[in-house]
């Protein structure tokens, strides 16, 4: 079993509790202190290459004064078709799949620009 907590990871394994800090996950993979968050589809990617609003327009095409909620079909034809595989098979979910989050966005953007 698996169990997860603001604290870090706790796994119980032939009866015996292994427990996984989240200091011990930042030294293991190199990260910051402020590194490790909870996603949601709300929130927009903070990386200091990662401009949000260039990512909207390279990925439809339009320019845009902010970071807007945008649908499938406002993305340029291979943007959506790498989004189709993105929602079905790299970051699947239900419901609306014609939504693209910000972290959709992100993807798209990273996955075609680097």
């Not at 079993?1 to 989240?22: A, D, E, H, P, Y």
């Not at 401009?51 to 340029?76: D, M, W, Y």
Request: proline share 4%; aromatic share 8%; hydrophobic share 40%.
């Amino acid at each position: 079993m698996l169990f997860s907590s603001g604290m870090g990871i706790s796994c119980l394994v032939r009866n015996k509790r292994i427990k996984i800090t989240q200091e011990i996950i930042r030294s293991i993979l190199y990260l910051e202190d402020s590194s490790i968050r909870l996603y949601t589809t709300k929130m927009i990617p903070r990386l200091e290459e990662y401009i949000p609003i260039e990512a909207c327009r390279r990925v439809t095409g339009k320019h845009f004064k902010a970071p807007v909620r945008l649908s499938t079909n406002q993305l340029t034809l291979t943007y959506r078709i790498l989004h189709n595989v993105i929602s079905h098979i790299i970051v699947p979910r239900k419901g609306h799949l014609d939504e693209v989050n910000h972290y959709d966005v992100f993807l798209l953007d990273s996955i075609l620009v680097g």
